[in-house]
């Protein structure tokens, strides 16, 4: 009979597989899918399928009746699509019913679905221990009590790490360096005669800086402080010619009498007497 890959798809899924998990029946769609693309079983669906004991009896000739049906078509048109179980990959050839038990070496299990323990066949090589079917059990039992909701799980903070402080160190270093690199650009910016005097390079903004005629740099108090001499724009200012006072008009000025105290103005000396006050009327006369 002729059977489309859809269907042929459907049939292993159903029977193969429990019929209530999309899991198990994406499972093997994936296994059949691995042989059609490996070259050494036939190239179609329905050719792997049919082929004698691999897969359950009659499985393109039994009715399908039951309510697992529509899932089956359902999964494989997903198949059919590309979809495939990342658990068992893309090598897994075989599987056979879950709880079984071979002395083979050479079967490499990697999942368990839909009933089914999905194994790859594999040379055993030395010192490597090869998965066993009751190993993947127990790492299913624990993916799926990892999907049941769980309380949640605080994470502690750790102190930082010794990178985490290289790292700051060398980022504070960098723009360090940035800071003294902009300072010599502007210092180099400066006119000669101001850039001699420049202080050592300090952090400070572009925008700060201000022309080096209208301030120039103060120096710390000392006791005796030096002149400070400020470089402005034209020519140096001259200094005033001091006056010469000759011996004797020194002796004329330190033999001269003292002036006289400059008496007050009349009009403005305050009466003092009771006549005075009387006569200016401050007080009544008798």
């Known amino acids: 009979m002729s059977l489309s890959a859809r269907e042929c798809m459907a049939r292993v899924m159903y029977f193969e597989s429990n019929r209530s998990s999309d899991d198990g029946m994406l499972a093997v769609g994936t296994v059949v899918m691995n042989r059609v693309a490996s070259g050494r079983y036939p190239r179609t669906v329905c050719g792997v399928i049919g082929q004698p004991n691999q897969f359950a009896p009659g499985v393109l000739t ?3 009746t039951d309510s697992g049906k529509p899932r089956a078509y359902r999964m494989a048109d997903a198949v059919l699509s590309g979809a495939r179980n990342p658990r068992v990959g893309s090598k897994s050839m075989f599987f056979h019913t879950a709880g079984y038990k071979f002395p083979y070496r050479n079967m490499h299990y990697v999942a368990i679905a839909g009933g089914n323990a999905f194994y790859e066949k594999r040379r055993p090589a030395p010192g490597v221990m090869i998965a066993s079917q009751e190993s993947i059990a127990a790492t299913e039992r624990v993916r799926m009590a990892s999907l049941e909701p769980s309380r949640p799980v605080y994470v502690a903070r750790h102190a930082p790490t010794e990178a985490a402080e290289r790292h700051a160190v060398e980022s504070h270093m960098a723009e360090r360096r940035a800071r003294e690199t902009r300072e010599e650009i502007r210092v180099a910016a400066l006119p000669p005669r101001v850039a001699e005097r420049a ?3 300090r952090p400070i903004r572009v925008a700060d800086a201000r022309p080096a005629y209208e301030a120039a740099p ?3 108090y000392r006791a005796n402080p030096r002149p400070v001499s400020v470089w402005r724009e034209g020519p140096e200012p001259r200094p005033a010619p001091r006056r010469v006072i000759d011996p004797g ?5 330190a033999s001269a009498a003292p002036l006289p105290a400059p008496r007050e103005p009349e009009a403005l000396r305050a009466p003092k007497t009771i006549e005075e006050l ?5 007080i009544p006369g008798r």
Do not use: S
Request: no cysteine.
């Open 218 to 220: 103060i120096e710390p």
């Open 249 to 253: 008009e020194r002796m004329a000025l």
């Open 199 to 201: 202080p050592a390079p």
């Open 278 to 282: 009387i006569e200016a009327g401050v």
């Open 62 to 64: 039994r009715p399908m």
